[in-house]
């Protein structure tokens, strides 16, 4: 059974940086695309940015395009959403999400496996 845990979530000032990971466990990890999406309060969950099972390719909103950067270890199963110049609007829960394809989309019904999801918090 595929399990995704999402960590490094946490209250900080705008401006400011944060990294989040997720460790998967159970899939063939290097073999999958991953992403991440999020959720603010009374929204919808919103694409963040996704990678290629290799991590040569990589997508981004437009919202976070140039501020945040999605990488990946396969040695070490673990995908991570490096977030700079964090905006109070970039507040939400953090989903990480396994596609059972290689390529990456930007659509949530392309993953099949998703986190609990971790709360990062911007303060003005």
């Known amino acids: 059974q595929v399990q995704l845990v999402e960590s490094g979530g946490g209250l900080v000032q705008a401006g400011d940086s944060l990294t989040l990971s997720c460790a998967a466990s159970g899939r063939t990890f290097s073999s999958s695309a991953m992403a991440w999406f999020r959720q603010a309060p009374g929204k919808d969950r919103a694409f963040v940015g996704a990678i290629s099972w290799g991590g040569g390719s990589t997508r981004y909103a437009d919202s976070v395009q140039g501020r945040f950067t999605i990488s990946r270890d396969n040695a070490k199963n673990t995908v991570y959403l490096q977030m700079n110049s964090l905006k109070p609007e970039d507040t939400a829960v953090y989903y990480c999400?396994?596609?059972?394809?290689?390529?990456?989309?930007?659509?949530?019904?392309?993953?099949?496996?998703w986190g609990q999801g971790t709360q990062v918090t911007v303060s003005s």
């Open positions: 999400a396994m596609s059972g394809s290689r390529n990456p989309a930007m659509t949530a019904v392309w993953y099949d496996t």
